[in-house]
């Protein structure tokens, strides 16, 4: 199995802040690296697809980046409606991070 | 825009079966599109359960402890799960998900809202 991991597991950030989430792979998984937000009560949201594309609809205050184990999703400058979790997914072998929850400090 | 709308029973016995339906509004079952499950027990992580496509090929995850299958109906443009023999394990909120099969790779953007199924005598 392919294990994944994200640090940190909780942040607290400002409006305006620019905040990195970073993903761990424990094998090589090449670009094979989606990124999700989701907020209490509803279904994740895909933001970024193949480690760094931009999911249609999605603002480009988000951006991704990595290839390999290690993956960082970045918010350029934090909106309101951005505080949740944010979830990496590997799609080698299909499976998700556990996980960062985002508030607001 | 593709819709994706969950249904079956919120409670199950231990031992017995899960079935959940996915009701697709908006597009056809037969499009281009790996067909999804997912669940995530309360608190806890997201867990891919298995994907089918209107050909009928499926692939599962490998490493779920219960017996699952696919199935799809084209003529309700609708797609289903069952889980049997559950436990308490078993209990989580299920959603069904999609993929376009154009993309390079799995991912799934476009989720319904998802069923909490319980487990419990």
């Known amino acids: 199995d392919i294990q994944m991991t994200q640090s940190p597991s909780s942040l607290s950030a400002s409006v305006g802040d620019r905040v990195t989430i970073t993903c761990r792979a424990s094998?090589?998984?090449?670009?094979?690296l989606n990124w999700y937000q989701q907020k209490p009560g509803k279904a994740p949201k895909l933001l970024i697809y193949a480690a760094s594309n931009l999911q249609s609809g999605v603002p480009s205050r988000f951006s991704g980046s990595g290839s390999g184990t290690d993956f960082t999703l970045t918010i350029s400058s934090l909106q309101p409606e951005d505080f949740a979790s944010y979830l990496c997914q590997q799609s080698y072998r299909s499976s998700f991070g556990p996980g960062t929850r985002l508030d607001i400090k | 825009q593709v819709q994706l709308h969950e249904s079956g029973p919120g409670l199950v016995k231990p031992s017995g079966t899960l079935s959940l339906t996915c009701a697709v509004s908006g597009g056809s079952i037969n499009s281009s599109t790996w067909w999804s499950w997912v669940r995530q027990p309360p608190g806890k992580g997201l867990e891919w359960i298995g994907e089918?496509?209107?050909?009928?090929?499926?692939n599962y995850n490998p490493s779920l402890k219960s017996p699952v299958t696919i199935s799809i109906d084209r003529s309700k443009n609708q797609f289903s799960l069952k889980v049997t023999s559950v436990t308490a394990a078993d209990t989580a909120v299920y959603y069904c998900?999609?993929?376009?099969?154009?993309?390079?790779?799995?991912?799934?953007?476009?989720w319904g809202q998802g069923m909490l199924v319980t487990v419990s005598s």
């Open positions: 998900a999609t993929t376009p099969a154009t993309t390079k790779y799995q991912n799934f953007d476009c």
């Open positions: 094998h090589n998984i090449g670009d094979r």
């Open positions: 089918i496509y209107h050909s009928g090929s499926t």
